[in-house]
């Protein structure tokens, strides 16, 4: 019998053998057709493509063997939807339900390519067949993403055939012994696994920034039992989603890098806690746990050693603030969502005041890259106290928006021109905002500063857990600051004074500066508040809620003496604080903005130009959006 | 015994009746009744020997967790930071002036319930506005407005073939 028929791996010997068996029933010259089914492309459509790709296969008399997969986001999502035929890694963008059939017959059986879909330069016009020549692609250094488009992450055999699970046989056992050897005899001792960890300089991916070889070794070192740990997949910062892409596109490295953590660590119980706005992210990460224990990978007795391990899913229930671990172990445990101060440390008192061990769900995944390629290759990358890759949700008002992979040290301006293409429709680039809600915005003279926990801290933002917001010229940095204020006073627990009232007062300064009410001295005052906020605040959330505030007064000081100086707002974003106009020589003389216009402010005759009454007009704006010509300007 | 009380008998089964399990109860108990019913949060409080106003606490704290019955659809925009600059607070406007109905509310008829989320992780495809599970990219004020139009318009058909 092979094993791909059995139901229970129960030695280490066979997931070699049902890989080996995997893979000899790979065609070599194997034609697949990958439908990316990130969240981008899903948006955009792709679930029918893939549907009609299965049904060309299906239907189609060829007598070459072809695969039609939904795979985990490309990164480049707003080309979307994404589809990647094999051989030859070809890589066809913005693919509509028409295309199906031509890119089926040319290039899947003809083995022709369809040069029009093809993604081509926004710059230089020039087109590339195959995704690694793409630029986008080309600066980026894969290794989470590494299989994100290539395996379907709805089946574990595409995970165990391209070499899942091997790091944690590496971790269990050696390399050709047999089932049952008790614990001390195996491959790595828990303390060499923490050791690896260790020499790799792996740092928290959600945002702290914590060296995760201490946290596992005081997890581990802690008194009492049973112990935990946690994936902590509530990815809460709006305007990021790689944690998405990870749990959706490969959610089997994060359950092998939990396993080689509680190997570590000692624990038999884990939990991933996923965000309630991501309901296939909880889909297809009970489908791997569950085809994982099927296979005896999680359970009782995994590849049949001693070790035991079982994995929970919990959806959130929606509050940013559960990505504070005190508050994500208080859900967990069926409570409301509140911080409690860390006098004590949850690895020494976390969940079910248990020793607790909790990361990223991105740290889980860059797990088994290490044990597999060793510490020192991951140490290699990077700089040198932030080493080896991290995943930036790139987007904003940059030309390619996705998700991207690059070594930590690399300079901003390489992401946002070189991997981004750069701003998007010509306009200038204002700032870039790092760090989620509590990071900061990072003006153009400091984008040579390298990404790296330390260097963004110090410029008033922080590495978070990887958005990276582009903003232009169009962009009004104080309705920035007010936006990010609003969202973390609405996601304040209201525990604490400093946060809940605080925020209010800030937000109340700011909400007046941008309607045109702004006082000398609100500056001042935005300071000394935040000043009392983040010394004061019990969890991370409230100590760093001031940060948008504090480096937009720091960088766009002028933007905020605009508005409460002259009125104004440069960016031509807060109502009120800038009028609308219509340019004569542009003006058609439609009559589209005269019929639109809710309070009767413009008036003109057909066929030529109109005008605005300006004591009559209340600056909706209708105008600006419903002229075709351009034509209303705002000045 | 009342079908209400074998539902929460059911859930609290399903979870072993294991109070630290009690949020995804409660989603449970919300993903059968499309919201949090009274009597149903009463019975789920009683069978886990729990106070009330710890469920309540839970239910108003969590923003996913809604205590009054949704409308016929459900439409939800995003208002993440890059759907934010991209123009979804000119979306929300139109759709609560068009259709008078505040972001949390229901419509007047029970059309739709209009909620507004802080980012779904679609980021690159901004503004993102969702309706009853389908994903529209890239919405403006006017594209919003028609997709919310057409709901309207196939309940009346909806009703019509309904009458005899």
Known sequence: MTVLASKRLSSFSDLQRMREELLSLRVPSGRSIHVCIGPGCVAKGAPKLYDLFCAAVKQSQADVQVQAKAVGCHGLCASGPIVLVQPGDIFYQQVEEPDVAEIFRETVLGGRVVPRLLYQDPQTGKKFEAAEEIPFYKVQQRIVLSQNGRIDPTKITDYIAEGGYSALVKVLTPACAGASLPLRQQGMTPEEVIAEVEVAGLRGRGGGGFPTARKWRSCRQAEGAPKYVIGNGDEGDPGAFMDRAVMEGNPHSIIEGMLIGAYAIGSSQGYIYVRNEYPLSVERLKEAIEQAKQLGLVGQNVLGTSFSFDIRINRGGGAFVCGESTALMASLEGRTGEPRAKYVHTVESGLWGKPTNLNNVETWATVPHIINRGGKWFAGIGTEKSKGTKIFSLVGKIANSGLVEVPMGITLRRIIYEIGGGIRDGKKFKAVQTGGPSGGCIPAEHLDARVDYEELTKLGSMMGSGGLIVMDEDTCMVNVARYFTDFLLAESCGKCTPCREGLAQMRHILQGITKGDGQVGDIEKLNDLAEILSGTALCALGATAANPVLSTIRYFRDEYDAHILDRRCPAKECRGLFIYQIDAEACKGCGICLKNCPVDAITGERKSPHVIDQQKCTRCGTCWEKCPFTAVLKV | ?164
């Open chain 2, 1 to 164: 015994m009342s079908q209400g009380s074998s539902l929460i008998e059911q859930i609290v089964d399903r979870y072993d009746r294991d109070v630290g399990m009690l949020i995804p109860m409660m989603q449970d108990l919300q993903a059968e009744c499309g919201y949090l019913p009274g009597d149903g949060l009463r019975a789920l409080a009683k069978r886990l020997d729990v106070p009330l106003t710890r469920l309540y606490a839970v239910a108003t704290f969590y923003a996913s967790f809604r205590l009054a019955p949704k409308g016929a659809h459900e439409v939800t925009l995003c208002m993440g930071t890059v759907c934010y600059l991209k123009g979804s607070p000119r979306i929300s406007q139109a759709i609560s002036n068009e259709f008078k109905v505040a972001p949390g509310g229901t419509t007047r008829d029970g059309l739709f319930t209009f909620q507004v989320v802080n980012c779904m992780g679609a980021c690159a495809v901004a503004p993102v506005m969702v309706v009853d599970g389908k994903y529209y990219d890239g919405v403006s004020p006017a594209s919003a407005l028609e997709v919310l139009y057409e709901l309207a318009a196939n309940e009346t058909v909806a009703d019509k073939e309904a009458e005899p």
